[in-house]
């Protein structure tokens, strides 16, 4: 069973520009996560998409947005790139229903954002 | 306070003994908690989860909560240098739907 694919793997940006990150999630996982890690703050959430909507949010500017297609596959978008936005932003998946219990959530690989 | 809080370390512990890593929780109404296994430059790897109160074993695992006290802990027997890496504890908070809030995660180094 394939994991969870993220895409890419590294990525260096300037600041200012945009950038487009993939992920692929587990088979027949519909929930899908996105977390930012730094070394000062930890793992930090930012969004989680089930069915296409968006379930929950975190504390991110509009800068960070997502989507998630009707084949589970998600993606997030960061606009206008700040030199903090340096980071590895990890996609997860889990099965998870509407009101079932979460049985945790696998991570893909991460895509490590440096911005110049 | 912090939502879910975890002892930075790092924790040494030889080869062989049993470790352990606690996890406090500020959300009273969190049901359910994971244990996940980050290795340096690797994402995380998820060990454990549980909801029930009591101990929870898998392998050399075993997973403890105590909800009236709000804590979780991983305990590792039998520690092999392949266990050192950081542990990161979660849990989805009240309200939280399928968020999963972190702890900043505990360094574990299994000394020979």
């Known amino acids: 069973k394939a994991g969870v694919t993220q895409t890419p793997r590294y990525l260096i940006k300037t600041r200012g520009q945009q950038v487009t990150l993939s992920c692929s999630p587990i088979s027949g996982h519909r929930s899908v996560s996105w977390y930012q890690q730094t070394p000062g703050q930890g793992l930090q959430f930012l969004f989680e998409y089930f069915s296409e909507t968006q379930r929950n949010k975190g504390n991110f500017p509009g800068r960070f947005s997502g989507r998630q297609f009707s084949n589970s596959r998600s993606e997030m978008n960061v606009s206008t790139l700040e030199l903090g936005d340096s980071a590895l932003y990890l996609c997860a998946s889990s099965y998870s229903g509407t009101g079932g219990w979460n049985y945790g959530y696998t991570f893909g690989s991460g895509t490590r954002l440096t911005v110049v | 306070q912090k939502e879910v809080e975890q002892n930075s370390g790092p924790l040494s512990v030889p080869e062989g003994a049993i470790a352990s890593l606690n996890c406090t929780y500020s959300?009273?109404?969190?049901?359910?908690f994971f244990w996940y296994r980050q290795y340096s430059g690797k994402s995380p790897e998820l060990i454990m989860f549980?909801?029930?109160?009591g101990d929870k074993e898998d392998g050399r695992f075993t997973a403890q909560l105590n909800k009236a006290s709000q804590y979780v802990s991983l305990l590792i027997r039998d520690s092999q240098p392949s266990d050192s890496a950081t542990y990161l504890c979660a849990a989805i908070l009240t309200g939280g739907g399928n968020k999963l809030t972190f702890g900043t995660g505990t360094q574990l180094k299994v000394e020979l």
């Open positions: 959300d009273r109404g969190s049901q359910s």
């Open positions: 549980i909801y029930s109160n």
